[in-house]
């Protein structure tokens, strides 16, 4: 008797864990509530295409002849770099970026063809000219310099924490002994995480939806990663998930494309330069990652080198 | 080659790692594929019907939805606080037991009706004519195709580290993370699990030579 009233049990939790899979309730590849563009949210900027833009670069003219600019961006981020897979439409912090410095070298939302590149892939797409530039969470840093270009930084990022809305023992890095921490297999802020000073216990997995679901249901305590990554999920699962905003690392997000094109670089670097002062670039942030309800903080300034 | 002199002690507890989950799930599926392939040609219905079913589940689910089920619902019912890599060495020790029995079962196929009649005919039991009789025999038959299940096994290991597994594959993503050109880190992983699958093979190989049955 008391066997068979374990087995119900177990068929019953098993139940529940198939449905909290399969479930709508706040799985993270969800679409989601309040899309960039709803009524309800702060409204995207519109970018005027300008016209008989001439630029001494050779991906810009390569991109005249095909007529079509090729951006490269991930997917699977939102409020960052998201594809709806009924629509096909990308949504985002990252993709509207992308968008504005399309518009402004001449290229409208219909000449622009998007390419998802795995995080791997970046610099391989980038060097082999598969994508003319890459806007991506895409963090600046030397290594990566030897074998692309980057325009900005356009966005500070830093490794932060995502955790349950009512979490009070969990306030920022200092505070993760012991707690059980997600990331991405391999991900640089979980090798910090784990150093003795924060001594948190780390749970890696292949996806970041993935951490996002077993955060909600607290198998996790925290997820770490970029800010503006969480900060998408944390926009994405309204009203259940916060941002710490204590960040422990510095992220410089940059727009990765051919490393010898100079003129490319400088004229994307002006036009991030203009966007920011004019405030087309805090519209584009309040309409999505704002979402998540941490406050918009002055972009950094802009490296030309 | 920097990327393997820079992060040295990444690579080798990588490397480390993909060595254990081997290591632990081969034993696991040795043992169970043994068990498993003994029920399979067991007189006792239920056991052999038991075995089937393992079979029949464990051969046909995807390995990643197999390290889901293990990872994500098993800690839930039974179990909760067990180690990622415990579960992860479960995961595929299960999927590959049911490679491993059909090996086994198709060697006891190659020994000859006779031998198992002649040794119930001296009175030996079920048990003891496999385990005397036709396994030792049937061993010689099983070694090629279970060298290469192992040698699979192997590389399957990878998916254990999207599961929180310390193995090669976590180490790659932590490399392209830091941007690192490509082309070398995948070099020097498939050298790693080459290293690991030939070690593999050369064990085979020994053992084929030191157990030639006259037949």
């Known amino acids: ?305 | 080659m920097n990327v393997l002199l820079d992060h040295f002690p990444e690579f080798r507890d990588g490397f480390i790692g993909t060595v254990e989950i081997t290591a632990i799930s081969s034993v696991i599926a040795l043992v169970l594929g043994i068990v498993v392939a003994g029920f399979r040609v067991s007189p006792v219905p239920p056991l052999r019907f038991f075995g089937t079913a393992w079979v029949t589940l464990l051969r046909n689910t995807p390995l990643t939805l197999l390290f889901l089920i293990f990872f994500f619902v098993v800690p839930e019912i039974l179990f909760p606080g067990m180690s990622p890599f415990l579960l992860g060495s479960l995961a595929l020790g299960f999927y590959t037991s049911s490679f491993v029995c059909e090996a086994v079962r198709s060697g006891i196929g190659t020994v000859p009706l006779g031998q198992a009649e002649a040794a119930r005919s001296l009175g030996l039991t079920f048990s003891q004519t496999l385990r005397l009789i036709v396994l030792p025999q049937a061993t010689r038959t099983v070694l090629p195709p279970l060298s290469s299940i192992f040698i699979a096994l192997t590389k399957n290991s990878a998916i254990a580290g999207a599961f929180s597994v310390t193995e090669l594959f976590g180490w790659q993503t932590l490399m392209s993370e830091q941007g690192y050109a490509i082309a070398p880190i995948f070099l020097w992983v498939a050298v790693a699990y080459l290293v690991v699958t030939f070690a593999i093979s050369g064990l085979f190989r020994v053992l084929e030579r030191n157990m030639e049955v006259a037949r």
């Open chain 1, 1 to 305: 008797m008391k066997l068979r009233k374990t087995a119900a049990v177990a068929v019953a939790v098993l139940a529940l864990t198939a449905t909290a899979c399969g479930g709508k309730e706040g799985s993270a590849g969800d679409k989601p509530a309040t899309k960039p563009g709803d009524a309800a949210a702060p409204q995207l900027p519109t970018y005027t295409v300008a016209s008989g833009v001439d630029l001494d670069s050779p991906t810009f003219k390569k991109a005249k002849e095909r007529g079509k600019l090729i951006i490269g961006s991930k997917a699977d981020q939102p409020y960052l770099g998201f594809e709806d897979q009924a629509t096909k439409k990308r949504s985002g912090f990252d993709v509207e970026i992308a968008k504005m410095i399309a518009a402004e070298l001449g290229f409208s939302e219909d000449k622009i063809e998007w390419k998802t590149v795995d995080s791997k892939l970046r610099e391989t797409a980038i060097s082999t000219g598969q994508v003319d530039y890459y806007v991506g969470t895409y963090t600046i840093n030397d290594k990566r310099k030897e074998q692309v270009g980057f325009a900005g930084p356009y966005y500070l990022a830093g490794a932060d924490l995502l955790v349950r809305k009512d979490e009070t023992g969990i306030t920022g890095p200092e505070s993760v002994k012991g707690k059980k921490v997600c990331s991405i297999t391999g991900s640089t802020p979980l090798q910090e995480i784990k150093k003795p000073e924060y001594g948190a216990q780390t749970i890696e997995l292949g996806k970041y939806s993935d951490c996002v679901q077993q955060l909600l249901t607290k198998q996790v305590d925290a997820v770490t990663t970029d800010d503006a990554i969480l900060k998408g999920y944390a926009a994405a699962n309204s009203g259940k998930l916060k941002v710490t905003g204590k960040p422990f690392t510095k992220e410089p997000y940059g727009i990765g494309m051919n490393k010898d094109d100079k003129a490319l670089r400088g004229k994307v670097s002006d036009i991030l330069d203009k966007f920011e002062k004019d405030g087309t670039y805090k519209k584009i942030y309040e309409a999505t990652l704002g979402l998540s309800g941490s406050a918009y903080t002055e972009p950094p300034a802009l490296e030309r080198y």
